[in-house]
């Protein structure tokens, strides 16, 4: 069983940057690919980033690729999402996710097995 916890998450100004955390507890955090969601007030779940276990390869939505960065500390069990350049539309709710039947780098939520709760990232004009 995996558990994870998001922190980080505020309130910021367009342009601002903020890191989010990802902790997680269970045994096999360090084999398992990780990823960041997002969903806004209205819409669908989106992919934000994710990574392989060894963080050597990531993928990234089309909105966030130059803005954020996610990264990976397995010795630590923490996920992260480094978000800079932010913009209003990035306001969400931003929650890490974990694999365990899977060991690929994937956009689609069902392909993850465990969530957190999220955390609030809010981005004023």
């Known amino acids: 069983q995996v558990q994870l916890v998001e922190t980080g998450g505020g309130l910021v100004q367009a342009g601002g940057s903020l890191r989010l955390s990802c902790a997680a507890t269970?045994?096999?955090?360090?084999?398992?690919?990780m990823g960041w969601f997002r969903q806004a007030p209205g819409k669908e779940r989106e992919f934000v980033a994710a990574?392989?276990?060894?963080?050597?390869?990531?993928d990234y939505a089309n909105s966030v690729k130059g803005r954020f960065t996610i990264s990976r500390d397995n010795a630590k069990n923490i996920v992260y999402l480094q978000m800079n350049g932010l913009k209003p539309e990035d306001t969400a709710i931003y929650s890490c996710?974990?694999?365990?039947?899977?060991?690929?780098?994937?956009?689609?939520?069902?392909?993850?097995?465990?969530w957190g709760r999220g955390t609030q990232v809010t981005v004023s004009p």
């Open positions: 990574l392989d276990w060894s963080g050597r390869t990531t």
């Open positions: 269970g045994p096999t955090f360090s084999t398992s690919t």
């Open positions: 996710a974990a694999q365990a039947r899977l060991r690929i780098v994937a956009t689609d939520p069902w392909k993850y097995d465990y």
